[in-house]
Nanobody, 124 residues
Framework: QVQLVESGGGLVQAGGSLRLSCAAS????????MAWFRRAPGKEREFVAS????????YYVDSVKGRFTISRDNTKNTVYLQMNSLKPEDTAVYYC?????????????????WGQGTQVTVSS
């Protein structure tokens, strides 16, 4: 059973930064695409960013382009989300997800393992 454990969430003022981490169990981490999604209060889960297993391809939702960066360290079985210039509308629970192949995508249906989430709150 694959386990994904997120960390790094918290409370930050608008304009600040946070770095989320997601540690995955298993020995073939580099074989799988990874992603971050988020769910704001009263809203559906939303795609944020994804990265191919090899790390050479990334996607971002338009609202975070230029502010967020997804990366991964396959030697540490960890994927990161560096979030800069945070806005109150970035407030949400952030979830890490693993795909069933090295590919990645923007749909929740691309992913079959999910973490429990970490809360990010941005105050104005």
């Amino acid at each position: 059973q694959v386990q994904l454990v997120e960390s790094g969430g918290g409370l930050v003022q608008a304009g600040g930064s946070l770095r989320l981490s997601c540690a995955a169990s298993g020995r073939t981490f580099g074989s799988y695409g990874m992603a971050w999604f988020r769910r704001a209060p009263g809203k559906e889960r939303e795609f944020v960013a994804s990265i191919r297993g090899t790390g050479d391809s990334t996607y971002y939702v338009d609202s975070v382009k230029g502010r967020f960066t997804i990366s991964r360290d396959n030697t540490k079985n960890t994927v990161y989300l560096q979030m800069n210039s945070l806005k109150p509308e970035d407030t949400a629970v952030y979830y890490c997800a693993r795909s069933s192949s090295t590919a990645h995508g923007t749909s929740i249906y691309n992913y079959n393992y999910w973490g429990q989430g970490t809360q990010v709150t941005v105050s104005s």
